[in-house]
């Protein structure tokens, strides 16, 4: 168990819907990353947050967006969900930001459908 | 469980057999490595990391090996077992940036 809780770990939706995923980092991580997992695109990064504030962005669609809360746990909003959007998501989390040596701690994921 | 990249490659080894699993990277300017290992239904793993200022560093029956020269990077298992079957993916994390750049990952499976 990393200490990364991802919910819920099923989501089925139709196309145009708007979901939210959830994700707790272990205890006393400040930053939270987002991927997304597909069969043709591997492991995507999608966006980090550090205490609040976000950090960086990578191949993140204008149609999602997150946010980190002041308890540190973060939100994954996708909205006019399209069948191509069906994948895992990953929220991983490690101590700080900047140095290499903060780990990334993944959790189970969220598998989304798109119907 | 889940499968993910149902096309990866895929390398087969038997029980007991020493594991090399090979990844080539693509920014020269990344300066930390990582190995993940992922398992069905599961999120990636922390396996064992490298710094770029060095070329090898090893862990409990895991070593992995960097070339800069060539932009490769290894990850060896010693004594294969059943437990190690798995999705076996590097990642590098481009200088300055805090995002990791995942491969296409490597299925290891272990036969008896």
């Known amino acids: 168990d990393s200490g990364v809780t991802q919910t819920p770990k099923h989501l089925i939706t139709a196309t145009g819907q708007r979901v939210t995923l959830r994700c707790s980092p272990r205890s006393g991580d400040l930053s939270v990353y987002w991927y997304q997992q597909s069969l043709d695109q591997g492991l995507q990064f999608l966006i980090q947050?550090?205490?609040?504030?976000?950090?960086a962005k990578g191949n993140i669609l204008e149609r999602f967006s997150a946010q980190q809360f002041p308890d540190l746990h973060s939100e994954l909003n996708l909205s006019s969900l399209e069948l191509g959007d069906s994948a895992l998501y990953f929220c991983a989390s490690s101590q700080g930001t900047g140095d290499p040596k903060n780990i990334q701690y993944f959790g189970a994921g969220t598998r989304l459908s798109v119907l | 469980g889940e499968s993910v990249g149902l096309h990866l490659p895929t390398l087969s080894v038997q029980e007991g057999d020493n594991s090399i699993i090979n990844c080539a990277y693509s920014n020269s300017a990344s300066d930390y490595f990582i190995w993940y290992k992922q398992e069905s239904g599961k999120g990636p793993q922390f396996i064992i990391d490298i710094r770029s200022n060095m070329d090898k560093r090893q862990g409990q029956r895991v070593t992995v090996l960097l070339n800069k020269t060539v932009k490769h990077l290894s990850l060896q298992i010693a004594a294969t077992q059943p437990g190690d079957s798995a999705v076996y993916f590097c990642a590098e994390r481009p200088g300055g940036y805090n995002k990791l750049i995942f491969g296409a990952g490597t299925r290891l499976a272990v036969h008896p």
């Open positions: 947050y550090y205490n609040g504030e976000e950090r």
